[in-house]
Each structure stands twice: as structure tokens, then as C-alpha cells.
């Protein structure tokens, strides 16, 4: 494998509370197993998953325990071998269940589905992350959080809510404006669950766990607004909500989104209009069992989905269509779920 085609993938799987570490052959998509990396901090099971983010500079990796007393650590990315060092370990103030740092690398944000927060941590300049600064209560169950390319505007997902949140970032100081802003509601039961954003910042996806569909918002990029667009499902035919839809992800040049559903263990590709963002369905494959996490490759080219129920991660070939077309699978631990990717220089 030269270096200029070198991947690294990084799996969380919660049940076996460790990151399965593994080189991606970026032209072929052939995976190799490099190491396995346990996650620290509490000797209690850590339920349902196991939320990491990359900083932006792709030198460090955070990952989250969700059990008492909610550790996060901080781990060093070899930027020659991909492999990971545990630095140190702080805390979150609850489970929660998304992770994400902003453009400067300084700041943590993250989402709690059962304590209906979000939060910011800041991260040192040694890349440590440091104990909650700022804790901001939301709608019920949070359930992610998403910052725009300008690090200005910060999105969160309430399930229970059925809301977008959209909160004035200050990036200077790390702090989210009080009190929560509703962007956007939707119909009772439809759950908001992931939010994907445009290369351009432009439109705004959203995933709705409940309702089996995904939404599309022309977005303001000055104001964060949000304005709906268009509702498509993601459900074969005489499937009826509630399911369980998990994941979404587009791909790097914005051309193709792609969906996981946990009830029909299914992904589901959708074109993207280059005129509005508004979606056109072009295929649905089987996924691994219970797709809870699953990401694309920093080119495009391959989707990696992690199987929730059988420890596996699949990965298939995006063709120029984006059509999927799966190669194969390889076992990763138990309860795998979140996938991350740097790509080594």
C-alpha cells in the first residue's frame, strides 16, 4: 500500500468497549486489521454505542463511555501508523450519544439522547480534551450535533422533540447562545435523528428515525435558517413507520447521501439534485445486521457499515451511478457501531 492510498478506519464496538484499528487500501477497498485498542475509564458496560470524533487536523481521536462516570478519553493518532495512544481522560456531564469537535480544533461538542443536553468541552493545545465548560439543556433526546462550515451555527437533533436546534456558536470562546432556537419542527413521531450539510453549507439533511424519511432544508447560511424542501422515505414498499432509520452520510462532493435502516438492515442511496439538494432514490442493498453507524471514505469511493449485531464491517464499492455494490465484510468486535477515517500522508 503506497502512501498516498492509505486509510486508517477506526471502529467502536461498545459491548467489547474497544476501537478496532485497520488500514484501508483506498484504490482496491481492501481492509486489514492492525490492532485492537481498548477504550478506558469505567469498568461498566458502556450500552447501545460508543461515539468517537476526529479533531480536525486528524492528530487526535476523542471516544465517550456511555456509564457513570461518563469518561471521555483523549487518544494520539501516529500520523505515520494510524495507531492510537490514550493521552488522558476526562469527563462528559452525562451519556451522550454524538461527538463532534468544531473547525478550530478547540472545542468538543456532544449530545445527550437521555439527558437532553448539549455541552462543550474544551480541547487544549495539546489536544487534550478538558471537563465541560458550557452544559445547555434541549428538547428531549438529543441526538446530535452538527456545526455549519463557517463554525458559526451549531445544529442538534431532539427526537423527542421532533426539532432541529440551531444555536449562534462563538468559536472565540466556545460558547453556544442561550436559550434554545428552534430551526425547525416536524409532525408528531417523525423522531429527528442524524443531520448531514452540504459541502457548501447551503441545504441541510435530516434523518428521521421514527418516520423513515429524510428531509431536505434550504438553509441560510448567515442566519442558519432553515426552510423545508422535501420529505422522502427510505422504506421499501408496505414498510409504515415507526422503524428504526440510524445513520446518514453524503459523500465528500455532495453528489450522493446515504441512509441505514436497523429494522430492514438496509442502506438506502439517494442522487442529489446539484440545482436544490433535493433527492432522487437510485438504490437500496442489504446492509449488516442492525446498521447503526456506517461512513464514506474521505475520496468517495467505498461506504464501510458497521453491523451493530454481528460485530462485522462491510464495505462497498460506490459506483460512478452511487449505486452501492457490497465486496465483502470483516469482523471487528461486538457491538460495533461508529466509524471514523484519516487519511495518512
Known amino acids: 500500500m503506497t502512501s498516498a492510498a492509505r486509510h486508517i478506519v477506526y471502529v467502536s464496538c461498545a459491548d467489547d468497549k474497544h476501537i478496532a484499528v485497520l488500514a484501508l487500501d483506498a484504490r482496491s477497498g481492501s481492509l486489514t486489521p492492525l490492532a485492537t485498542v481498548p477504550v478506558p475509564g469505567t469498568d461498566a458496560a458502556s450500552p447501545q454505542s460508543l461515539p468517537m470524533a476526529l479533531s480536525p487536523d486528524g492528530t487526535r481521536l476523542y471516544a465517550a463511555l456511555r456509564t457513570e462516570p461518563f469518561p471521555l478519553t483523549t ?13 488522558a481522560i476526562s469527563t462528559l456531564p ?28 474544551p480541547i487544549g493545545p495539546d489536544g487534550i480534551a478538558g471537563e465541560p465548560a458550557q452544559v445547555l439543556a434541549t428538547p428531549p433526546k438529543a441526538h446530535s450535533v452538527l456545526i455549519d462550515p463557517a463554525n458559526r451555527h451549531v445544529y442538534a437533533a431532539s427526537l423527542g422533540g421532533d426539532a432541529i436546534i440551531c444555536q449562534k456558536f462563538d468559536a472565540a470562546t466556545g460558547r453556544l447562545a442561550e436559550p434554545v432556537h428552534l430551526a425547525a419542527t416536524t409532525p408528531a413521531g417523525t423522531g429527528p435523528r442524524h443531520l448531514r450539510l452540504a459541502p457548501d453549507g447551503r441545504i441541510l439533511y435530516m434523518l428521521a428515525e421514527q418516520g423513515g424519511a429524510v428531509f431536505v432544508y434550504a ?8 426552510t423545508e424542501r422535501q420529505s422522502i422515505s427510505l422504506l421499501p414498499d408496505g414498510l409504515s413507520p415507526p422503524v428504526a432509520s440510524a445513520d446518514l452520510h453524503l459523500t465528500p462532493d455532495g453528489r450522493f447521501l446515504y441512509a441505514s435502516e ?11 439534485s446539484p440545482n436544490d439538494g433535493t433527492l432522487t432514490q437510485i438504490c437500496r442493498v442489504a446492509s449488516e445486521p442492525t446498521p447503526r453507524g456506517f461512513a464514506v471514505t474521505p475520496g ?27 465486496k465483502g465484510a470483516i469482523d471487528v468486535g461486538a457491538g460495533a457501531n461508529w466509524i471514523e477515517i484519516t487519511a495518512l500522508t
Open 75 to 87: 487518544f494520539a493518532i501516529d500520523r505515520t501508523t494510524g495507531g492510537l495512544t490514550k493521552l
Open 94 to 121: 452525562d451519556s451522550m450519544c454524538y461527538l463532534a469537535a468544531d473547525a478550530t480544533g478547540r472545542h468538543l461538542l456532544s449530545a445527550s439522547y437521555g439527558g437532553a443536553k448539549l455541552a462543550v468541552n
Open 262 to 272: 436497523r429494522i430492514t438492515h438496509t442502506l438506502t442511496g439517494f442522487a442529489v
Open 300 to 326: 468517495g469511493k467505498f461506504l464501510l457499515c458497521a453491523g451493530l449485531t454481528s460485530g462485522k464491517l462491510a464495505i462497498y464499492a460506490i459506483q460512478p451511478s452511487g449505486v452501492l455494490v457490497r
Open 219 to 226: 438553509r441560510d447560511p448567515a442566519t442558519g435558517a432553515l
